[in-house]
């Protein structure tokens, strides 16, 4: 059975990938499968949360801001703090809290 749920069928290439014989002292199947995987963290990493709760932060300070009568100093305030979250996001990426790329 899949990880993605019952009934679900893995592709024959994870099977090839399971499957792979690596010389000895060279690893085993296992480590080569996951090395092989593609990126799939699914945002679960701390870079991840942190930037996007920086981000849901500016997008609420914005939404008040259009609430109490369109105040344009508070929005763009607001749309700041998005930006902010999106270099905090990188940043924390690039510090090895993020998904390593492949």
């Known amino acids: 059975m899949s990880e ?3 009934g679900a069928q893995d592709a024959a290439h994870t099977h090839a990938l399971r499957d792979a014989v690596i010389p000895t002292g060279q690893g085993t199947a296992n480590e080569a499968y996951l090395a092989a995987q593609p990126l799939a963290h699914d945002g679960r990493t701390l870079a991840a949360w942190t930037g996007s709760a920086i981000a849901g932060l ?10 109490i009568g369109l105040n344009w ?12 979250a999106a270099i905090v996001g990188l940043v924390m990426r690039n510090l090895g809290y993020g998904a390593r790329e492949s």
Do not use: K, R, Y
Not at 75 to 83: R, S, T
């Open 58 to 67: 500016g997008f609420l300070i914005s939404a008040v801001g259009f609430l």
């Open 73 to 84: 100093a508070v929005i763009w305030a607001g749309l700041g703090v998005v930006a902010i």
């Open 4 to 6: 993605h749920g019952p």
